[in-house]
């Protein structure tokens, strides 16, 4: 309401309105140091160098009072590794692929569990789990999840320059394709970063025909199932993992598939996508307001989003980032046939669970025809 007092007396008093809150603009193009809502576009954020990888942060501590952190990784092929192997004690990791090719392995507990990733495939990495990962496409994008947030410091520290391109290029096309991605005597020395270099692990390479090593799981062969407990570093296919269906034709569909629930996360955070339907008439907009902070990336399509006090109503495409503090009205809907977020949400009441408390199991990466 405020915005819109000060809206009105703009045109009337050019001295009062400077005393009176500006309106806000919901897109930014630097990351706010507070919470507050915002949109950011797709690699026109400032970004850190770490050899050949630029990494930007849609999300960051400060900005989400350090429920969690989003970061893009965007970087060309590399016959390195993209970082030594190491474990992290407080923070639970997220990869989602959603560009190129990565391999990831996530070995614990005697299972040295790797995969060949492609996009919208998802791995979990929790605590004490050692983890690295290799780029082998020529343009990939990891989307990675942090709980909590302020990992990003780490990247600060490890960059060794800051770029932000006049043409928003995703990375640096000419960059140096075989710098490896880290050095030993660094990654041991970053234990204050909750760093913990594990370098005797040696990752197979020997990945077999289904693109796993050292598994009897299925991997876009067969149904992935989530963890059971927070401890256990699991891989969900794209589309091979749990599926529920909400909304109906009218008012448009909604296809949750949970990566993490309260479950994996102990009640911290969850994470998953939401495959949305265009909605045939305008007239029902879900709104949300929860008890913790949400992000969503579009990673399909066309999103629309609204948030209460903000005059915008965004359009969001592949890449694009909205974040809604905790307590804030908001509704978002697709404005293309097929449409999809990736969902983080803080806590356990989040915009999924309260998604799939009325959905049912539904076994079909599409809705309804
Ligand atoms: C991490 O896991 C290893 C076994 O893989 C175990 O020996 C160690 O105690 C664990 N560390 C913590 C802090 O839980
Ligand atoms: C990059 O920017 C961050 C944040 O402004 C700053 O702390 C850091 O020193 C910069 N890094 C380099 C290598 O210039
Ligand atoms: C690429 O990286 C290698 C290994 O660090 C280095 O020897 C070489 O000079 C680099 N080339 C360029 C063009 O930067
Ligand atoms: C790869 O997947 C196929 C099809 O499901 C299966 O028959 C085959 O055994 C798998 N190979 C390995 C090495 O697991
Ligand atoms: C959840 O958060 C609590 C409190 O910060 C932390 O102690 C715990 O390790 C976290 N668990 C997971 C699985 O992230
Ligand atoms: C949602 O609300 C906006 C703004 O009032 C409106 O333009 C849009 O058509 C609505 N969409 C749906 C699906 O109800």
């Excluded at 797709?42 to 952190?69: E, H």
């Excluded at 020395?189 to 090593?213: I, Q």
């Excluded at 804030?328 to 949400?345: C, D, E, N, P, R």
Aim: charged share 15%; with cysteine.
């Amino acid at each position: 309401m405020r915005f819109q007092i000060s809206a009105a007396f703009a045109g009337l008093a050019t001295t009062f309105v400077s005393s009176v809150a500006a309106v806000e603009r919901l897109e930014v193009t630097v990351v706010p140091s507070h919470v507050r809502p915002y949109v950011v576009r797709a690699y026109t954020l400032p970004g850190v160098v770490v050899g050949t990888q630029i990494y930007r942060f849609p999300v960051t501590g400060p900005s989400s009072d350090n429920a969690f952190t989003l970061i893009s990784t965007a970087a060309p092929a590399s016959s390195e590794l993209g970082v030594l192997p190491h474990t992290h004690l407080e923070h639970y990791e997220n990869f989602y692929c959603l560009r190129g090719r990565y391999n990831l392995w996530a070995p614990k507990d005697g299972n040295n569990e790797g995969r060949v990733f492609s996009p919208g495939d998802y791995g979990a990495v929790p605590h004490n789990t050692t983890h690295t990962f290799q780029i082998t496409d020529p343009f990939t994008e990891m989307v990675g999840v942090i709980s909590p947030g302020g990992l990003e410091d780490l990247f600060y520290f490890l960059g060794t320059a800051n770029i932000s391109s006049k043409t928003h290029s995703p990375f640096v096309p000419d960059s140096n394709a075989t710098m490896p991605g880290g050095d030993s005597a660094v990654i041991s020395s970053l234990e204050r970063f909750d760093v913990h270099a594990k370098l005797e692990y040696n990752p197979p390479m020997s990945f077999n025909e289904n693109g796993t090593t050292g598994s009897s799981e299925p991997w876009h062969n067969g149904a992935n199932k989530l963890a059971e407990d927070a401890s256990t570093p699991f891989f969900v296919a794209k589309d091979y993992g749990p599926k529920y269906l909400a909304g109906d034709a009218k008012n448009g569909y909604s296809i949750v598939q949970p990566f993490i629930t309260s479950i994996q996360s102990d009640g911290n955070f969850t994470e998953g996508t939401i495959t949305l339907s265009q909605p045939q008439q305008g007239d029902s907009n879900v709104t949300w307001n929860l008890p913790g902070h949400t992000a969503l990336e579009v990673v399909d399509g066309l999103v629309k989003v609204e948030i209460d006090g903000y005059p915008e109503v965004a359009s969001l495409s592949i890449g694009d980032v909205v974040f809604v503090p905790a307590g804030k009205t908001f509704s978002f809907w697709a404005a293309a046939a097929f449409s999809k977020v990736l969902y983080v949400g803080q806590g356990d009441d989040t915009v999924d669970s309260r998604l799939m408390a009325r959905a049912k199991t539904w076994d079909s990466p599409v809705f309804p025809a």
